[in-house]
Structure formats: C-alpha cells, structure tokens
C-alpha cells in the first residue's frame, strides 16, 4: 500500500502562484501513474494533471499553459505548480496514485487552494 500527503495549499489572490507537493511512501515501485484531482464545493472531482512512471503528462483544458506537474524520477514526490490563478481554480486538490495491477488507486486527504478575486 501506498501512502500519499499532499502540502503547500493556502490562500492567494489571483494572477499569483502557488506550488503543491505530494510525497509517496510505501510500496512506490507499484505506482504507474501519479495525478492532481481537484473538487469544489458541490462539484465532483476532476482531474487536473497527471504524470506517468516515464514522464508523460495530460492535462485538463482548463488549466493548461497555467499549471504544470512534476517529479523525481523515483516518483516519490510529485509536485503541481500552479501559476495564473483563478478564483474558479479555488478547490481542494487530492494527490492520487494509480497502480501497474489495476488495483484502486489510493488518494491523499487533500490540501485546500482558495483564489480571491
């Protein structure tokens, strides 16, 4: 199993960044693909970026050219930078880790981005 704790969310004004980290633990070498998720209030959760054991990101529409995913090579840590914010990018952000076995993937408690107009 995989443990997953994102940080570095917080409040900022909008047109300002913010950086995000999500460090790995446990069985890293099971993970295939390692991704950001944001929910809003009353919205589901989406994907925002996600980034594969060989490099390979995707992103959602909405956030491309603004925001950008990262890691070491080992995956222990992926980060989502997070530049031009909106106040509509104002949600809690989840890291999640899926698995090469298709197992469930598993989720971090999330860590809250609020974007003040």
Request: proline share 3%.
């Amino acid at each position: 199993q995989v443990q997953l704790v994102e940080s570095g969310g917080g409040l900022v004004q909008a047109g300002g960044s913010l950086r995000l980290s999500c460090a790995a633990s446990g069985r890293i070498s099971s993970i295939s693909v390692m991704g950001w998720y944001r929910q809003a209030p009353g919205k589901q959760r989406d994907m925002v970026a996600t980034i594969t054991r060989a490099g390979s990101t995707s992103y959602a529409d909405s956030v491309k050219g603004r925001f950008t995913i990262s890691r070491d090579n080992a995956l222990n840590t992926v980060y989502l930078q997070m530049n031009s914010l909106k106040p509509e990018d104002t949600a809690v952000y989840y890291c999640r880790a899926d698995y090469f076995l298709g197992r469930l993937p598993s989720w971090g408690q999330g860590t809250q981005v609020t974007v003040s107009s």
